[in-house]
T-cell receptor, first 112, second 111 residues
Framework: DAGITQSPRYKITETGRQVTLMCHQT?????MFWYRQDLGHGLRLIYY???????DKGEVPDGYVVSRSKTENFPLTLESATRSQTSVYFC???????????FGNGTRLTVT | TQLLEQSPQFLSIQEGENLTVYCNSS?????LQWYRQEPGEGPVLLVT?????EVKKLKRLTFQFGDARKDSSLHITAAQPGDTGLYLC???????????FGDGTTLTVKP
């Protein structure tokens, strides 16, 4: 089925460990985004990508790394997880610049 | 950083009541979207407004974009329990490539 898929849905990891959240879309959308959602902060942009091999920082990029070697995939890596990175992470895509976003169902990450 | 302020933050009403949610900013946006999010899922687009003063209707939901394209409102008529969820507004600027989200309004409609 076409759409945007995030994996895993739930992840528990320990402080200091590296963890990668996956995002895959089947629409061939150019733009992809990573947001985190926390109570009281709404959705905050971590990183985004306008096309393969092009990535830019968002509002809260510290502690995160992204790559976009293929148009359909946009993994998010926490190189050394911290408790403050406990959150729900959403991946989104859009076909063109400034068009509405299509979101995945999120990954709930807990860092202990 | 452009900010979008949503109000109220929480709203709990009885089935059948009307309500309005507001999304305000000091910045001008080229377009503004409203999304609805249910627990355990990602936000889903409800509507996009692009013209100052524009009004769009989606069944019992009415969306308005301010004349100066700095603010928007969402009005729900005769709310139903199925309207329960988190309502998010998001603004775009031409060529910015990314949306700015408000903190959301959590709506609970009691039967």
């Amino acid at each position: 089925d076409a759409g945007i898929t995030q994996s895993p849905r739930y992840k528990i990891t320990e402080t200091g460990r590296q963890v990668t959240l996956m995002c895959h879309q089947t629409w061939s959308h150019s733009y992809m985004f990573w947001y985190r959602q926390d109570l009281g902060h709404g959705l905050r942009l971590i990183y985004y990508s306008a096309a393969a091999d092009i990535t830019d920082k968002g509002e809260v990029p510290d502690g995160y790394v992204v790559s976009r070697s293929k148009t359909e995939n946009f993994p998010l890596t926490l190189e050394s997880a911290t408790r403050s990175q406990t959150s729900v992470y959403f991946c989104a895509s859009s076909s063109v610049q400034d068009s509405p976003l299509h979101f995945g169902n999120g990954t709930r990450l807990t860092v202990t | 950083t452009q900010l979008l302020e949503q109000s109220p933050q929480f709203l709990s009403i009885q089935e059948g009541e009307n309500l309005t949610v507001y999304c305000n900013s000091s910045s001008v946006f080229s377009s503004l979207q409203w999304y609805r999010q249910e627990p355990g899922e990602g936000p889903v687009l409800l509507v996009t407004v692009v013209t100052g003063g524009e009004v769009k209707k989606l069944k019992r939901l009415t969306f308005q974009f301010g004349d100066a394209r700095k603010d928007s409102s969402l009005h729900i008529t005769a709310a139903q329990p199925g309207d329960t969820g988190l309502y998010l507004c998001a603004g775009d600027n031409t060529n910015a490539g990314k949306s700015t989200f408000g903190d959301g309004t959590t709506l609970t409609v009691k039967p």
